[in-house]
């Protein structure tokens, strides 16, 4: 397939965190219902369903998926006081989305590797989906990065299972005050286009900075966010 970008591992994760900070200044100092707002935000759903693909590759290529799974446990209580700072100015039971990831790698492995039958693990994931709403980008992520492991090799069932999750997403357009607040949410959709066309498949360097940046970056980020959204806002 020809790429319109070749953008290895490491320059895509570096492509969506600057969409999530985009999306983040955006709740922080942008309304939502504006043009501006919703521009912003339609790149900020770049980032929560690519990270639930990432999530499911590295799965998929990891040699320790406890020290993976240990390695976002950590960094989702890390993020927790930050977010919840960010989101309500007082810290608060709601945790980032480092910790729906961290769910959704909890999935992913009870899904492929839980000695159990197909109704427990069924019910497994319902039980991971109900404790992600307490994240960011909850459910979902869970769903894109299941869903994308079990048919990674099956880029027509995989991208079809992904547009219908999405569907779902997007059914809050419905209830939106106006009508367009949430049109933003179609961005999603912009996901596989994003993938299929401009991921090469490659891993990029093995440097170590590559591996922690985002998971150093996403904390401080909002703690830097927070202060100066209720810095402004007091």
Known sequence: ?????????????????????????????????SLLGQVMHFIG???????????????????????YVLRLGIFALISWIPFSYFEYGKIGLQFGVIYTLFLSL???????????????KILGIIGLCILSLFGDWPIFDVLYALFLFVYRNSPKD???????????????????????????????????????FCYNGESGSKKPVH????????????????????????
């Open 1 to 33: 397939m020809t790429k319109l970008l070749s953008l290895n591992r490491n320059q895509l994760k570096y492509l969506v965190i600057v969409a999530m900070l985009i999306d983040h200044i955006a709740w922080a100092f942008v309304p939502t219902a």
């Open 45 to 67: 759903r770049l980032t929560g369903p690519t990270m639930a693909y990432f999530v499911a590759e590295g799965y998929h290529y990891t040699r320790n998926v406890k020290k």
């Open 106 to 120: 909890l999935g992913i492995w009870l899904w492929d590797k839980g000695n159990c039958a197909k109704p427990v």
């Open 158 to 196: 995989k991208w079809m299972a992904f547009c219908i999750i999405t569907l779902f997403c997007c059914a809050d357009i419905f209830f939106a005050n106006p009508w367009w607040g949430a049109l933003f949410q179609f961005g999603i959709f912009m996901v596989p286009l994003l993938i299929q």
């Open 211 to 234: 591996k922690w940046f985002f998971y150093v970056f996403y904390p401080a980020h909002l703690l830097v966010l927070g202060l100066l959204k209720w810095l402004v806002l007091a």
